[in-house]
């Protein structure tokens, strides 16, 4: 990473989580999106435990549901354990969820959900649309989009290609994402 050569560049301030909009600019993007990420996560995985699931057993009841295929274990270990805490949580899910009569092992050993995974499937894809609601509250789509938009774009700078996400081509000097200033 080279040095900051454009005069317009802004300071970074320390995190400072009282900072004023008029400082925000200034605030770290690391800080406020794993401050993000927590709130967030905390909120679903708090009304998920509510009902005796975890976040995971989710994951594994939409990746079985979703697909033109009913995918393997090994399948679905390869596809979900980069989102989790180790290497055996996932392999760990689809015992419980089987154990729990909401996954089955079809002739073939492909994953399959049950009626009552599907029942629970759907029940939990109503809680997280609702707290996605609490989540965007005051927040328009565009909004929503735009700070989406941004995120992608800081993270392909920090990987140093921009091109690894579709419509995140670098704006004019000067042009910001929906008018304001991030």
């Not at 594994?60 to 033109?68: E, F, I």
């Not at 055996?88 to 689809?94: L, M, P, Q």
């Not at 996954?103 to 994953?111: E, K, N, P, S, V």
């Not at 690894?164 to 008018?179: D, I, K, R, T, Y």
């Amino acid at each position: 990473m080279g040095p900051l050569t454009d005069d317009t560049a802004t300071d970074q301030a320390p995190a400072d989580p009282a900072a004023t909009d008029d400082m925000l600019a200034t605030q770290p993007i690391g800080y406020w999106s794993g401050l993000a990420q927590e709130a967030v996560t905390r909120q679903l995985r708090d009304a998920m435990a509510r009902i005796d699931v975890t976040q995971p057993q989710y994951w594994m009841l939409n990746r079985v549901n979703g697909g033109s295929a009913a995918p393997s274990r090994e399948e679905v270990v390869t596809q979900l354990t980069p989102l989790t805490d180790g290497p055996h949580e996932i392999a760990r899910v689809i015992d419980q969820l089987i154990h729990r009569g909401w996954l089955r092992i079809d002739a073939g050993q492909r994953l399959r959900l049950t009626d009552a995974g599907e029942a629970a499937r759907v029940r939990l894809r109503e809680l997280v649309t609702e707290l996605r609601g609490v989540v965007h509250e005051g927040i328009g789509d565009e909004e929503y989009v735009a700070a989406l938009k941004v995120l992608r774009r800081m993270i392909a700078n920090v990987e140093g290609s921009r091109a690894s996400w579709p419509g995140s081509a670098a704006l004019p000097a000067g042009e910001s994402v929906g008018g304001d200033t991030f």
